[in-house]
């Protein structure tokens, strides 16, 4: 009787490490559920240059770009403090995909811009999606006087536009990379070396060093449409999340701070910056 319980229990044993073990073999076999990866960048600016991101739905993101001018002067411009360019702007999320914006800066011409942003892919963490794309498209507007011009700043001149197709991929949720195909489109071309229409490609990347820190790079060269004395633009930051704000400090290359001009009118003027967005659910 003996000898039966324990062939028994043996056999129990054996049928339950069986049962363990297919139970353990069937979760490793099954498939890793596919999520959109969150913040491929921190913010809607990677630098200068727009990210992938876009703004949640019903999301009003406020944004204060301040600019300062050239390190070049030196102490007697207060290494740039003396002159600045402001940019105050609005994105509201339509959808979870698909952002307006609306903004006023007061670089050369005080330009109004407005923006439509559409996320068309997003990237999956189980890798079916391999890259996040998002398409931009922004309006510029010229509002100063024509007073004092040697040319007639018709309605037609006034109006410039940039496009872009940002692909980007984030690896690890530490580093991100973005490449922009990019086209501006000017009515009014400030030399004979430029032409109405300018190619080029934007480069960035990003690396988080914390949970709430992380360091930015980009260039944005030009290859056709620009006069040779131009420069692609540059730019380095640290973003900073500190609840619903987001700070970045950066240097680049550029005193411009609408992107028409900042990618086909950049002369290498190193220049201190900061971005300060603040978002609110409507």
């Excluded at 701070?257 to 002369?267: A, L, P």
């Amino acid at each position: 009787m003996t000898i039966i319980f324990h062939a028994v229990a043996v056999a129990l044993s054996i049928s339950f490490a069986a049962s363990a073990q297919e139970s353990i073999d069937d979760l490793l076999a099954a498939p890793t559920p596919s999520v959109p990866v969150q913040g491929t960048f921190r913010s809607i600016y990677v630098v200068q240059n727009h990210s992938v991101e876009t703004i949640n739905k019903g999301v009003l993101n406020l944004l204060f770009s301040h600019q300062f001018g050239t390190l070049q002067n030196g102490l007697e411009g207060a290494l740039g403090l003396d002159m600045a360019c402001i940019r105050i702007g609005a994105d509201y999320g339509v959808t979870d995909w698909i952002d307006l914006g609306i903004q006023r800066d007061n670089n050369i011409g005080k330009p109004v811009s407005g923006i439509v942003k559409n996320r068309l892919l997003r990237q999956s963490t189980d890798g079916k999606v391999p890259l996040s794309i998002t398409w931009l498209s922004m309006g510029f507007l010229d509002t100063r006087s024509d007073a004092g011009l040697d040319y007639s700043l018709t309605l037609e001149r006034r109006f410039s536009s940039v496009h872009q197709l940002m692909l980007a991929r984030n690896f690890m949720d530490k580093f991100s990379i973005q490449v922009a195909p990019t086209l501006v489109h000017r009515n009014l071309v400030p030399t004979s070396g430029d032409d109405g229409i300018a190619l080029g490609v934007g480069f960035s990347g990003q690396y988080s060093l914390t949970p709430t820190i992380a360091l930015s790079a980009e260039a944005s060269p030009m290859f056709t449409g620009t006069s040779r004395y131009v420069n692609p633009e540059f730019g380095i930051g640290v973003d900073i999340e500190t609840g619903g704000h987001i700070f970045q400090l950066r240097l680049s290359n550029t005193t411009w701070i609408s992107e028409d001009r900042m990618y086909t009118r950049t002369w290498n003027a190193p220049s201190l910056g900061f971005n300060l967005s603040r978002t609110f659910k409507m």
